[in-house]
T-cell receptor
């Protein structure tokens, strides 16, 4: 049983396309996150949702739009993809906003050509 | 954005203890120190966290200096599977801000 799952694992697409990455957690957690890890391996938080409410929205282009249909899911939709969007995107979840442990998914490697 | 400083890399012999240092001289009184690790091609994994006291769990021990300006993560008996990037993080509100971390290579 995978705690935090992401689909797809790999995504190759062309500039200008729109794509979505899905995340699901079966841990019963209230809080979910999206992180981006670039080619230099720096991991940066993008968004955080708590009980389907947006809590953290870092300086991310508005081409990125998270959507949380329920507490167990947090999807990431990206419009008009650019070369610089190529990265590994990680979803994570935690019991609550101040929980000490975040559980990360396996990542989605996005390549924009 | 990271409030911590770690050595970029270190080697460790299999079966020996690995001591990973971290400086966080600007830490404030209510900020916790967290350690995560990221094994190649996987998502980060929580290891341990602490505020003032030393902490131990099944994975590691965390030693925090009395002035809280630095800490050391100890992997008591390193195995090849402990090869990973280890991140020391001072939590900022609801965010975990990952720095560059320390690449630990455990050698047989």
């Amino acid at each position: 049983d995978t705690a935090v799952s992401q689909t797809p694992k790999y995504l190759v697409t062309q500039m200008g396309n729109d794509k979505s990455i899905k995340c699901e957690q079966n841990l019963g957690h209230d809080t979910m996150y999206w992180y981006k890890q670039d080619s230099k391996k720096f991991l940066k938080i993008m968004f955080s949702y708590n009980n389907k409410e947006l809590i953290i929205n870092e300086t991310v282009p508005n081409r990125f739009s998270p959507k949380s249909p329920d507490k167990a899911h947090l999807n990431l939709h990206i419009n008009s993809l650019e070369l610089g969007d190529s990265a590994v995107y990680f979803c994570a979840s935690s019991l609550g906003l101040v929980s000490y442990e975040q559980y990360f998914g396996p990542g989605t490697r996005l390549t924009v050509t | 954005d990271a409030k911590t400083t770690q050595p970029p890399s270190m080697d460790c012999a299999e079966g020996r203890a690995a001591n990973l240092p971290c400086n966080h001289s600007t830490i404030s009184g209510n900020e916790y120190v967290y350690w995560y690790r990221q094994i190649h091609s996987q998502g980060p994994q929580y290891i341990i966290h602490g505020l003032k006291n030393n902490e131990t769990n099944e994975m590691a021990s965390l030693i925090i200096t009395e002035d809280r300006k630095s800490s050391t993560l100890i992997l008591p008996h390193a195995t090849l599977r402990d090869t990973a990037v280890y991140y020391c993080i001072v939590r900022d509100d609801y965010k975990l801000s990952f720095g560059a971390g320390t690449t630990v290579t455990v050698r047989a």
